[in-house]
């Protein structure tokens, strides 16, 4: 079975601070996507990074960036610099292929 | 582009009635799929289509729910007959097949309510 697991239903942060949200999944692939997906209320899914298992160095989108450990399949999102506007839930997304298996989401809090 | 368009946007309904969800998908792209939203499980994969051509429908909850994509440009869910259970926000997504790094892209979602 291949499945994604965010252990952390819900999160909050300072504003201006820093927050970590994790994501592991099973896998027996060797080549693979996964993606960070952002719903805020009008429940839109916005892509926020992505990254290629076969690539090592963890993608960065300016104040995104992950923290790609292909060996323990984890894959954790790292905000910098905190925005009211980053509250929303966000979905880790596993991609082998051309389907796409999502987590439960963590619903993220921005404190002002 | 319009990105992918769901109909309807909210969708009420009395338990055993049929509902249909609809979508057009983004222009070009070949994959389409369909997910429901729950606070308990997440994004679910319900169903998906290749070139219109149902891949892996072993998402579908149950025989009440069938889906149906007649070409590349229109897709149906249809849940008949419809329980409270069923209650959910429901997306689709498009894609382009064996563009792996590209993501899926989504439409706005129905939510739908039994009653």
């Known amino acids: 079975a291949q499945t994604v697991t965010q252990s952390q239903p819900e999160m909050s942060v300072q504003e201006a601070e820093t927050v970590t949200l994790s994501c592991t999944y099973d896998t027996s692939e060797s080549d693979y996507y996964l993606f960070w997906y952002k719903q805020p209320p009008s429940r839109q899914m916005i892509l926020v990074i992505r990254q290629e298992a076969y690539k090592q160095q963890n993608a960065t989108e300016n104040r995104f960036s992950v923290n790609f450990q292909k060996a323990a399949k984890s894959f954790s999102l790292k905000i910098s610099d905190s925005q009211l506007g980053d509250a929303a839930m966000y979905f880790c997304a596993y991609s082998p292929g051309n389907q796409f298996y999502f987590g439960t989401g963590t619903s993220l809090t921005v404190i002002p | 582009d319009a990105g992918v368009i769901q109909s309807p946007r909210h969708e009420v309904t009395e338990m055993g009635q049929e509902v249909t969800l609809r979508c057009k998908p983004i222009?070009?792209?070949?994959?389409l799929f369909w997910y429901r939203q729950t606070m308990m499980r997440g994004l679910e994969l319900l169903i998906y289509?290749?070139?219109?051509?149902?891949?892996?429908d072993s998402g579908m909850p149950e025989d009440r729910f069938s889906a149906k994509m007649p070409n590349a440009s229109f897709s149906t869910l249809k849940i008949q007959p419809s329980e409270p259970r069923d209650s959910a926000v429901y997306f689709c997504?498009?894609?382009?097949?064996?563009?792996?790094?590209?993501?899926?892209?989504f439409g706005q979602g129905t939510r739908l309510t039994v009653v």
């Open positions: 289509f290749n070139n219109n051509v149902p891949i892996d």
């Open positions: 997504a498009s894609r382009v097949q064996g563009a792996v790094r590209t993501e899926a892209f």
């Open positions: 222009s070009g792209h070949n994959s």
